[in-house]
């Protein structure tokens, strides 16, 4: 019995670590879907830095990116002298941390 609830908790935790790779792959997808929007308002917009409502709005972004990454985190786009960098506090939902999303080029 020890032998099989040791498997479990194993087939779980593997369940889990892919679980876990699979947002944050399609967390970052989504973030360089925004970052590439956001340079595109930047293009029509000399030195605005764009919401995520305001490229929605303008169609720059489908509306089958999700605004949240795959924790519920918020994706937050930074402009800063010329670069874009588009991030989320990742699965530990802090700000800021080694596992944040981020996209920046």
Do not use: Y
Not at 3 to 9: D, I, N, P
Not at 10 to 18: F, K, M, N
Not at 19 to 47: E, P
């Amino acid at each position: 019995m020890l032998v099989l609830g040791a498997g479990a908790s194993s087939i779980w935790l593997l369940g889990s670590l892919g679980s876990a790779r699979d947002g944050q792959s399609s967390s970052r997808a989504d973030a360089a879907q925004i970052q590439t929007a956001a340079k595109a308002f930047r293009a029509q917009h000399a030195n605005g830095c764009p919401t995520l409502s305001s490229l929605q709005e303008e169609q720059l972004l489908s509306h089958s990116v999700r605004s949240d990454d795959a924790w519920g985190n918020r994706f937050r786009i930074r402009c800063d002298d010329g670069e874009i960098t588009v991030s989320s506090a990742g699965p530990d939902g802090k700000n800021n941390s080694a596992d944040d999303i981020r996209a920046a080029r």
